[in-house]
C-alpha cells in the first residue's frame, strides 16, 4: 500500500509549488504530476479495486451485445454511453486495459485541466481532490468518476450562460452516470435563488429530518429511482457526515469572509455559486443521511469545494498581517487533507497496487 501513501505525500510537497513565481516551471511539473496520476490510474492490474472485475465483464458482455442492447443500457442499469463506448473500443481492437486506460484519461485531463483553470492554488486543488474523491472515485466507480468531470465544465459553462454546451455536457454526463440528474433541478434553483443565508440555514431542518425519516425508500416507493438501487436499501449514509460537516465549516467560513472583508466575496460570482452547490450538497446529504447510495448525488455537488476552499485560503490572505501566519495556516489546511485522504487507504476500498 506505500505507494498509495507516497502519492499523497508528493502531492503535498507539491503545494509548495503554489507559491512558485515562475508559471512555465509550475505548468510543467503539474502537469506531469498529473499525467503520472492519469498514467498509474489507467494501467492499473484488475482486481486493485473493487469494480474493476465487473466492469471487466461487462467490457466483452458488451463488445459482442448487438446495438439495440448497447442502447438500452446493456445489463439494464448501465448507461449507454458507458456501452456504446465499451463497444466502440472492442470495434477498434481494444480490450479492457485498452478502456481503462481511455476511462483514466478522459476523467483525468478534464479533471485537471478544469483545476488548472479555475483553481488560484491548483496543486492544492489537487490535494483535496486525492483526499476526498481520487481512491474510491477514479479507481472504482469510473462512470461515475468521468460523470462528475463533465459535471465540472457543465456547471461552468452554465454559470457563463454558455447553455447550449452546458447542456451538451449534461446529457453526455448523464449518459455515463444518472447521478448528473441532480443537476436538473440544483441549477434552476441556485440561479434564481441567492441569499446566502438560505443555503447556511436550510441544512439544520434538512438534518432533523434526516435523521428522523429514511427517504430513500419513498423515492423508491413513488419511482423516482430504478430498481436496481433497491439493493443499497440497507446500506448506512453516516459515513457521509464527515463530510458534510466539513462541507458546513466552508459555508461558515465563507459568510464571515463576507461579512468581515470590505470586498465582498460573494462579489466573485463563479465562487459564489460553488458556495451554493456546497449549501444543497450539505441539505441534501443531511436529509439523505440513512442512505449512503444518495451520497453519489451530494457528493457530485460538494466537488466544486475543490475549487471554493482555496479560494477561501487566498481571500483569507487579507486578514494576514504577516504572510508567514498565512503560509502556515495554508499549510496546515495542506497537512489536513494529506491525513484525511490517507485515511481512505484501506484494502476494503484498495488493495496493494
Known sequence: MTIYYIIFLIAFFLCFFDFVPYKLLKTIVYFLFTGSLIYFVGNRPVGVDNDSPMYERMF????????????????????PGYTILNKILSIFGGDFSTLLIVMAFLTGFLNYYYFKKKSVYPFLSILIYLSFFFLYRDFTQIRYAL????????????????????????????????????LLPVLPFINLIKNRYLYILLPIPCFVL??????????????????????????????????????????????????????????????FFYFRMIGI???????????????RFTLLLFQFSVLLIPYLVNQSLRFSRKKEIFFIFYFFLAIFFTWYGMRMIDEKLIRPY
Not at 439495440?68 to 439494464?76: Q, R
Not at 450538497?281 to 451520497?295: D, E, G, P, R, T
Open 147 to 182: 460523470c462528475c468531470t463533465l459535471s465540472f465544465w457543465c456547471v461552468g459553462y452554465f454559470i457563463n450562460k454558455e447553455y447550449v454546451k452546458s447542456i451538451m455536457l449534461f446529457v453526455l454526463a448523464v449518459s455515463f452516470h444518472n447521478s448528473a440528474f441532480i
Open 281 to 295: 450538497s450539505v441539505a441534501l446529504n443531511f436529509l439523505f443521511i440513512q442512505s449512503a447510495i444518495f451520497q
Open 60 to 79: 466483452y458482455a458488451f463488445s459482442k451485445a448487438d446495438y439495440d442492447e448497447i442502447i438500452e443500457g446493456g445489463a439494464g442499469f448501465v448507461e
Open 210 to 271: 434526516g435523521y428522523l425519516i429514511n427517504f430513500f425508500p419513498l423515492l423508491l416507493k413513488f419511482g423516482f429511482t430504478n430498481d436496481h438501487m433497491s439493493i443499497y436499501l440497507k446500506e448506512d449514509g453516516s459515513g457521509g457526515l464527515a463530510v458534510s460537516l466539513i462541507g458546513y465549516f466552508l459555508l461558515i467560513i465563507y459568510i464571515l469572509i463576507d461579512y468581515i472583508s470590505k470586498e465582498k466575496v460573494s462579489g466573485n460570482k463563479e465562487m
